[in-house]
């Protein structure tokens, strides 16, 4: 979303005032209404146990939450800035996992007029390249890169590209990105489990170290290669908490609006910290 953001050429002031503005209920509701929480204690009563209907609830909910707030709050967010989007200069680029055939799906925006080159589909390791070209689009593939497994449903058949590649590296060197800042919420801890939000929050975690390592690896690899033939190095810088930011601010994964000023100015201090040690000549201070 902050991608989208900046893409959409809102400044960092705007994006930091939009979250600050945010409230749970702006992005997700409990799934278990009054109603259903009636019908599972009348089951319960009726056979004397509450774990068949909790098994059954499960089973007819895709998701312990709703995100139909998000849809909304999205389309009346993105309704001011999608004309500026779309004529950015600046390139984008979202990946969604496809649980349907279990594939990831990479949705980009480039300039108008310019085109994506076959390399950049080579690049991609076979995943599907498609852009964005309405709003309708670009808030459907933001709604499924939010839907975080459990948690939040699947839309549209696509969930957080994170389950197959959470930092979409690869497609961003592929759209022509020699120097590239990653920038991921977790720090390299894989956090606690002392409950079914943290486990979520620490499974995630898990997912999105698991996904930069991998692509790390295979940067330096074609490196090597690159540098056999003559080739400038991709260099990567990656931008990290320096700890476990619940643990810290007792900000939890659903704490939207929460914070936020504390939030961004721990952000500025991980950032300007990093980049103060990075050397875009020495490969050691990239990673």
């Known amino acids: 979303i902050n991608a989208v953001g900046v893409c959409a050429e809102i400044s960092a002031p705007q994006l930091q005032e939009l979250w600050g503005e945010l409230t749970p209920d702006a992005v997700y509701k409990l799934r278990l209404r009054l109603w259903d929480f009636l019908r599972l204690a009348s089951r319960a009563a009726a056979r004397g146990s509450i774990v068949d209907p909790a098994l059954q609830f499960l ?172 080739q400038q190095k991709i260099r990567i810088c990656v931008i990290r908490p320096p700890a476990d930011i619940t643990a810290i601010t007792g900000v939890s994964l659903l704490s939207f609006g929460k914070k936020v000023d504390e939030l961004v100015a721990m952000g500025k201090d991980a950032a300007n910290f990093r980049l103060n040690t990075y050397d875009e000549s020495d490969e050691i201070t990239w990673y």
């Open 59 to 230: 089973i007819e909910n895709r998701s312990l939450l709703s995100t139909d707030p998000l849809e909304k709050t999205l389309e009346r967010i993105l309704s001011a800035y999608w004309i500026q989007f779309i004529q950015s200069s600046v390139r984008c680029a979202i990946a969604v996992t496809n649980v349907t055939h279990g594939t990831k799906e990479l949705y980009y925006k480039i300039p108008i007029g310019a085109t994506l080159e076959d390399s950049a589909q080579i690049g991609w390791m076979n995943g599907a390249w498609r852009r964005i070209h309405s709003q309708s689009m670009l808030e459907q593939v933001l709604m499924g890169s939010a839907a975080l497994p459990i948690l939040f449903p699947p839309y549209a058949g696509y969930f957080d590209g994170g389950l197959l590649l959470n930092q979409p590296i690869s497609p961003a060197i592929a759209l022509g990105g020699m120097n590239l800042y990653v920038v991921i919420p977790s720090a390299l801890t894989l956090g606690r489990a002392d409950n079914l939000l943290l486990t979520t929050s620490t499974v995630l975690t898990t997912w999105l170290s698991a996904s930069l390592l991998s692509q790390i690896e295979n940067v330096r690899l074609r490196n090597k290669i690159r540098s056999l033939t003559g």
